[in-house]
T-cell receptor, first 113, second 113 residues
Framework: DAGVIQSPRHEVTEMGQEVTLRCKPISGHDYLFWYRQTMMRGLELLIYFNNNVPIDDSGMPEDRFSAKMPNASFSTLKIQPSEPRDSAVYFC???????????FGEGSRLTVL | AQTVTQSQPEMSVQEAETVTLSCTYDTSESDYYLFWYKQPPSRQMILVIRQEAYKQQNATENRFSVNFQKAAKSFSLKISDSQLGDAAMYFCAYRAPWDMLTFGGGTRLMVKP
């Protein structure tokens, strides 16, 4: 398996623009997580899905953030409109069952100017 | 809520020497999992080692071993024979069987040649 695949690896955009980050989990994994990593806050869980259904989005910072998982092999994290404070590395991770090993993607580095 | 604390923001070690990274956590659960993840400059989060709380024996993976003290809620990582490739951010993480990963703030390890 190719692992968790995220795109884009790097995104530079201007304040106010819409940003869409994409994730393809490992086939067969039933949980998918979105994390945000910043120097100030470390790794924060934003939202997670189980069998494509959002379970806990309490970590989503604002209404500007939304996430979807239309099928078992694809998820998006959207920020609209983006702000400079959204600059961070966003990780997607997946796991089969909560007791399994969590596999991370390589992250998407977002810079909002 | 569970918390994970890494009290050493930075550590350094001489190549071939041994270094220990500290981690403490707070929980009222008796059954849980503990992890150490490595994040090199490439950003990829890599699982280094995992410990189940019900196992008394400390986990070991090649040059990496843990000192798990359940009563003290301590979970330190020992890296023996340090190599230049060990330089990275190391994150301690906790998870109850039914819950999500909670990460510590990370420790940056520098390896001196």
């Amino acid at each position: 398996d190719a692992g968790v695949i995220q795109s884009p690896r790097h995104e530079v955009t201007e304040m106010g623009q819409e940003v869409t980050l994409r994730c393809k989990p490992i086939s067969g994994h039933d949980y998918l997580f979105w994390y945000r990593q910043t120097m100030m806050r470390g790794l924060e869980l934003l939202i997670y899905f189980n069998n494509n259904v959002p379970i806990d989005d309490s970590g989503m910072p604002e209404d500007r953030f939304s996430a979807k998982m239309p099928n078992a092999s694809f998820s998006t994290l959207k920020i609209q409109p983006s702000e400079p404070r959204d600059s961070a590395v966003y990780f997607c991770a997946s796991v089969q069952g909560l007791a399994g090993e969590l596999f991370f993607g390589e992250g998407s580095r977002l810079t909002v100017l | 809520a569970q918390t994970v604390t890494q009290s050493q923001p930075e550590m350094s070690v001489q190549e071939a020497e041994t270094v220990t990274l500290s981690c403490t956590y707070d929980t009222s659960e008796s059954d849980y999992y503990l992890f150490w993840y490595k994040q090199p400059p490439s950003r990829q989060m890599i699982l280094v080692i995992r410990q189940e709380a019900y196992k008394q024996q400390n986990a070991t993976e090649n040059r990496f071993s843990v000192n798990f003290q359940k009563a003290a809620k301590s979970f330190s990582l020992k890296i023996s024979d340090s190599q230049l490739g060990d330089a990275a951010m190391y994150f301690c993480a906790y998870r109850a069987p039914w819950d999500m990963l909670t990460f510590g703030g990370g420790t940056r390890l520098m390896v001196k040649p």
